[in-house]
């Protein structure tokens, strides 16, 4: 099996390292193309071509070649589109592009992470296949938080018809199916997970439940890798025999349980911080303001006479309060 390769970064377009990049999950998924002996992939959802590079370094090895398909997609993996000419990059969206490449030997379906494209996706796919057998699918984010919840990036592409109710920016936290101040910030998502068609996962069993040839792998890690291949493919045993041992393995599922907790408790506490900051310099400006206004002073004045000697405040006080708050944040 693959071993990632070191000096790529898949946490590079990572900054809170969340472990959103399929390349985490290279290992299994390089060893998936090897063991259907791909010489031909098309990748969905390249943007900064994390996945793209390492694909290249197998594909050199393999003899084979490369199709990025990203409408958008980021400086880096057009660099990558010069460097390269195993490479062909598609500026189109994923039901555009997969209408009018080559079909490969492999689709890794990595774009929107909702119903309405992964269906769309695997419909187009399956149509230009006809009784031809499928090609090898991989799928990225078949676990939480999108395996049973809509994503969009680009809301208005998706027909409103077949849109969850949605909310921009939402907070999405473990066990909660609704959304929570706090959780992980998403673009566009469902208001709520699960459901009849909402999520990656949901999609992929509703095509698979119509072609029971096929079998589907889920390898619970780095927010879930799909691998879908048919029983009678002249590779079945040889990707069986790779993929059984990490196929809904228990141990691997209360690792990423924990993970994600773990990351979005992070970000939970983060954002409280935050909020706990802000309101301080807020308290901490108004007691500046306080400190040089006349209303202040008068009010000591009063005070000082009520008390007949000290006041019942001090601006002194103030002034520790201010730089006590000040070393606290």
Known sequence: MHRLDLDLDPYANDPGRWGASLATNVELLLGSLDAAGATSVAE?????????????????????????????????????????????????????????IDLPDAVILDGDHNYFTVAGELAIVAERAGDDPLPLLLFHDVGWPHGRRDLYEAPEAIPPEHRQPMQEGGGLFPGEPGIRPGGLPMKAS??????????????????????????????????????MWAHDAPYADALAELLDPWDRNPLLERLEANRVLHLASSHYQLVQAARWRERDWRKTELLRKLLISKSFSIGQLVSRLRQRGEPAFSKAELQDLVRETEQAS
């Open 190 to 227: 469902a208001v709520r997970e699960g459901g009849p068609r909402n999520g990656v996962l949901t999609a992929i069993e509703d095509f698979a439940a119509g072609r029971p040839d096929l079998r589907l792998a889920i390898i619970p890690a780095f927010f879930g890798l799909g691998i």
């Open 44 to 100: 969905v959802g390249a943007y900064a071509g994390d996945l793209t590079a390492l694909l290249l370094r197998w594909a050199a090895g393999a003899g084979a070649t490369v199709t990025a398909i990203d409408p958008a997609p980021k400086p880096p993996l057009e660099q990558l589109e010069r460097d390269h000419d195993a490479l062909t990059l598609v500026r189109a969206t994923s039901h555009e592009a997969l209408k009018t």
